[in-house]
Nanobody, 127 residues
């Protein structure tokens, strides 16, 4: 199992930016694809972005493409989510997650493909 700790959430006005970080420990971070999901009250968990173990491949939900950027620093065991042009509808708890399978050549986007999860960080965007 890998332990994941998110940080960087907060309150921001519409149009603003935040950078979320997810620090990993417990297993070989660089072998696993990583993802970000979000879940608002009363709604299902929603895929946001994912990145391959090497960082060479990224995937985004249509709703955030062009505004959010996922990246990773394997030397620091950390994955990031840079969020620009935030909208009130981005308000949610954001979770980072680690792929269940090491060295996966396919970047997963379904929450059931991820085996380890952080506790989440709240992002609130005011209008």
């Amino acid at each position: 199992q890998v332990r994941l700790v998110e940080s960087g959430g907060g309150l921001v006005q519409a149009g603003g930016s935040l950078r979320l970080s997810c620090a990993a420990s417990g297993r070989t971070f660089s072998s696993y694809a990583m993802g970000w999901f979000r879940q608002a009250p009363g709604k299902e968990r929603e895929f946001v972005a994912a990145i391959s173990w090497s960082g060479g491949t990224t995937k985004y939900a249509y709703s955030v493409k062009g505004r959010f950027t996922i990246s990773r620093d394997n030397a620091k065991n950390t994955v990031y989510l840079q969020m620009n042009g935030l909208k009130p509808e981005d308000t949610s708890v954001y979770f980072c997650a680690a792929d269940s399978v090491p060295g996966n050549i396919v970047v997963p986007t379904t929450w059931t493909d991820f085996g380890s999860w952080g506790q989440g960080t709240q992002v609130t965007v005011s209008s």
